[in-house]
């Protein structure tokens, strides 16, 4: 049973800043896929950022030039380095792996933006 727990949620002021991590209780170089989704309240789940085992990403419109994904798959982590944030963006913020065969989600960490 694969297990993604994700840490470094919290409170944070408009324009600051928070780095997300997602460890993966077995070797992240197995997943062709990571990703952060997002989730506010009332709205979709919708993707954030993806990276695949090679280190290509994406981004979603939104986030690109302030949000930074990356794995380090000797530590079988993936972080999602978050700048000027804004409170539409706080939400769950849910880490997602994806090894070929089946799709894996984290708990989620909560990341709530003040103005």
């Known amino acids: 049973q694969v297990q993604l727990v994700e840490s470094g949620g919290g409170l944070v002021q408009a324009g600051g800043s928070l780095r997300l991590s997602c460890s993966a209780s077995?070797?992240?170089?197995?997943?062709?896929?990571m990703a952060w989704y997002r989730q506010a309240p009332g709205k979709q789940r919708e993707l954030v950022a993806d990276?695949?085992?090679?280190?290509?990403?994406t981004y979603a419109d939104s986030v690109k030039c302030r949000f930074a994904i990356s794995r380090d798959n000797a530590e079988n982590t993936v972080y999602l380095q978050m700048n000027i944030l804004t409170p539409e963006e706080t939400a769950v913020y849910y880490c997602?792996?994806?090894?070929?065969?089946?799709?894996?989600w984290g708990q989620g960490t909560q990341v709530t933006v003040s103005s």
């Open positions: 077995r070797s992240s170089s197995g997943f062709n896929r």
């Open positions: 997602y792996a994806f090894d070929s065969l089946k799709d894996y």
């Open positions: 990276i695949t085992n090679g280190g290509s990403t």
